[in-house]
């Protein structure tokens, strides 16, 4: 049976400008290249581009991974842009362009039959978010979020109708601060599933009445960019399937693990 994935959100230009190299990225379409790299699953994506030379590469770079460019509205202006560094391996974010995608508001009618998808995932950069309600009354969809690290940003208000919520956690560790009391008050806001990624500390996943652990794999690291949109990838696909929570995070890592032995998240120049 073909499962049907909906990506709804960011795209951007990676540009690692000590490198001199550039790839395509962003959460929401690094995550349905990822998933469209599994068998027995269609994705589709829903973005915007820029009318420059970077929206013309970003629709090529899409193309290239077989995947369809008709839902990718082109608006006059520049694409957004990412500035990396990379730092003993962890990719170090310089600077971010917005472009065309700052104040976009995608309408409902731009979701391409949103009651024919098993899953239809947003995030916390891009746009749609406002529809989620609305797609949890109408649909029969199983709907995710990725927040990134944003913990107590008020875009969190839509967990309520998600039933997988994605945080970044490892700055907690960096801080002191422990990962499972915040993935335990996060759980609060939603009846849905809670899951905090860690980098190299593993991943935390929590459904209300156990915490299951995972724990990344060995890697000679090239680069942690698109790292977290693989696990989610990864462990949303092993979800749909009908895996467990315990191999749903096992098959995350592993997909994260991979995503580390190379430079940028996909796509660009070898």
Same mark, same amino acid.
């Given at each position: ?7 709804? !959100?960011?795209?951007? #230009? ?8 550039? %790839? ?22 829903? !973005? ?10 970003? +629709? ?35 600077? %971010? ?44 969809? #199983? ?28 700055? +907690? #560790? ?11 008050? +996060? ?20 459904? !209300?009445?156990?915490? %299951? ?11 942690? +960019?698109?790292?977290?949109?693989? %696990? ?16 749903? #995070? ?21």
């Amino acid at each position: 049976m073909i499962l049907r994935v909906l990506s709804v !959100g960011d795209n951007c #230009i990676d540009d690692y400008v000590e490198l001199g190299k550039k %790839y395509p990225g962003g959460n929401a379409l690094n995550f349905a290249v990822y998933v469209s790299r599994y068998s027995d699953i269609d994705v589709d994506y829903v !973005g915007i581009v820029g009318t420059d030379d970077n929206g013309r590469y970003m +629709l090529e770079q899409i193309k290239e991974q077989n995947m369809e460019t008709r839902n990718v509205m082109v608006k006059d202006g520049i694409t957004a842009v990412t500035k990396i560094l990379i730092r003993d391996g962890d990719r170090v974010f310089d600077d %971010y362009i917005e472009g065309v995608q700052e104040n976009t508001v995608l309408p409902y009618e731009k979701i391409p039959k949103p009651q024919t998808y098993d899953l239809i995932h947003f995030t916390v950069w891009g746009f749609g978010r406002e529809h989620v309600q609305k797609l949890k009354e109408n649909t029969n969809a #199983i709907i995710s979020c990725d927040f990134s690290g944003q913990l107590n940003d008020p875009r969190t208000e839509i967990m309520p109708y998600l039933d997988l919520s994605f945080f970044s956690g490892s700055h +907690l #560790i960096e801080k002191g601060e422990s990962p499972e009391k915040a993935l335990r008050e +996060l759980k609060e806001k939603t009846p849905g599933i809670v899951v905090m990624t860690m980098g190299q500390h593993g991943s935390m996943v929590y459904d !209300g009445e156990n915490i %299951y652990r995972g724990e990344a794999m060995p890697v000679e690291v090239v680069d942690t +960019l698109g790292a977290g949109d693989s %696990y989610i990838a990864g462990f949303l696909v092993s979800y749909l399937k009908g895996d467990t929570l315990q191999e749903s #995070i096992k098959k995350g890592h592993i997909a994260a693990r991979e995503i580390c032995k190379r430079l940028g998240g996909w796509g660009g120049d070898p």
